[in-house]
């Protein structure tokens, strides 16, 4: 008998590479993985809980996010979803804007968000009732991706529509790199006591080995220093350090990414 509540569902980061995370949701049965850059560590998540795959969520196509694929095909032929704009090998439902993916094994629905930058194809998931936003190489927690393919101003586009999204959406990036992320916003911004509060917490998560992500919509906007490039402080600091010379807001987004570009 359905009750009308949702499914509890269970989100898991599984650690790969150096510092990649691939999400695998669950229901204690079936399973769904975003941007499984590699097979074996999902295979043995599958296995050790008895999961059944349900599908494959793509954002974009650098192998750290879809190098798992084939493999996991030969285990278990599910549908492949991914970026319409991007050619990604076993792909079998092509996304754009506003399209909508059910998985209904889990009672799940995403909403995709086109959110070109890092590549030109990258899209996001949105899982709008239970607040999850997977964004790949995009948003960042105190960061966001480099810009491989997009310009400055499609990047800046792409992280005002993720700002859109409510403040208590849970922001579920691909990668753990937020404490280097943190450590340039407070260069960018030394005065602001959330960033600061916020450095220490993601250190002492750190230090516990747990993982920073996901983190929120509310707490980038407030320490994100790619979601603050109107903030006054900030265009301050980027003008009298000599990076900004025309004073408009994708040259401010611009001269901050490429301040992170060289930051160590
Ligand atoms: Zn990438
Ligand atoms: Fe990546």
Same mark, same amino acid.
């Given at each position: 008998?359905?009750?009308?509540?949702?499914?509890?569902?269970?989100?898991?980061?599984?650690?790969a590479?150096?510092?990649?995370?691939l999400?695998?949701?669950h229901?204690?049965?079936s399973?769904?993985?975003?941007?499984?850059g590699?097979?074996?560590?999902?295979?043995?998540?599958l296995?050790?809980l008895r999961?059944?795959?349900?599908?494959?969520?793509?954002t974009?196509?650098?192998?750290?996010?879809?190098?798992g694929?084939?493999?996991l095909l030969?285990?278990?032929?599910?549908?492949?979803y991914?970026?319409?704009? /991007?050619?990604i090998a076993?792909?079998?439902?092509?996304l754009?804007?506003?399209?909508?993916? =059910?998985? *209904?094994? +889990?009672?799940? $629905?995403f909403?995709?968000l086109e959110?070109p930058?890092h590549?030109?194809?990258?899209i996001?998931?949105?899982?709008?009732?239970q607040g999850?936003?997977?964004?790949?190489?995009?948003l960042?927690?105190?960061?966001?991706?480099?810009?491989?393919?997009?310009?400055?101003?499609?990047?800046?586009?792409?992280?005002?529509?993720?700002?859109?999204?409510?403040?208590?959406?849970q922001?579920?990036c691909?990668?753990?790199?937020?404490?280097?992320?943190?450590?340039?916003?407070?260069?960018?911004?030394?005065?602001n006591?959330?960033?600061?509060?916020?450095?220490?917490?993601?250190?002492?998560?750190? /230090?516990?080995?747990?993982?920073?992500?996901?983190s929120?919509?509310?707490l980038?906007?407030a =320490?994100? *220093?790619? +979601?603050?490039? $109107?903030?006054?402080?900030?265009?301050?600091?980027?003008i009298?350090?000599g990076?900004?010379h025309?004073?408009?807001?994708?040259?401010a987004?611009?001269?901050?990414?490429?301040?992170?570009?060289?930051?160590?």
């Amino acid at each position: 008998m359905s009750t009308g509540l949702p499914k509890p569902l269970i989100v898991l980061a599984v650690p790969a590479f150096n510092d990649n995370y691939l999400w695998l949701i669950h229901d204690t049965h079936s399973a769904v993985v975003i941007d499984p850059g590699d097979a074996a560590p999902i295979l043995a998540v599958l296995k050790s809980l008895r999961l059944k795959l349900s599908a494959i969520l793509l954002t974009h196509h650098h192998g750290d996010h879809v190098g798992g694929v084939a493999q996991l095909l030969q285990h278990c032929a599910v549908p492949v979803y991914g970026p319409a704009n /991007e050619a990604i090998a076993g792909v079998s439902h092509r996304l754009s804007q506003d399209d909508c993916v =059910t998985v *209904p094994e +889990l009672g799940l $629905q995403f909403l995709v968000l086109e959110v070109p930058g890092h590549t030109l194809g990258h899209i996001a998931y949105m899982a709008p009732e239970q607040g999850w936003l997977f964004c790949g190489d995009t948003l960042f927690a105190g960061g966001c991706g480099r810009l491989f393919e997009g310009t400055p101003a499609q990047m800046r586009a792409s992280l005002a529509k993720l700002m859109a999204l409510p403040d208590s959406t849970q922001v579920f990036c691909a990668h753990e790199y937020t404490l280097a992320n943190l450590r340039f916003a407070l260069a960018v911004e030394p005065e602001n006591v959330d960033l600061m509060l916020r450095f220490e917490r993601e250190q002492e998560k750190r /230090e516990q080995g747990l993982a920073t992500v996901p983190s929120t919509i509310g707490l980038e906007k407030a =320490t994100n *220093p790619f +979601l603050r490039d $109107q903030t006054p402080a900030i265009v301050r600091q980027l003008i009298t350090s000599g990076r900004l010379h025309e004073n408009t807001p994708v040259a401010a987004f611009a001269a901050l990414r490429e301040w992170k570009n060289t930051f160590h």
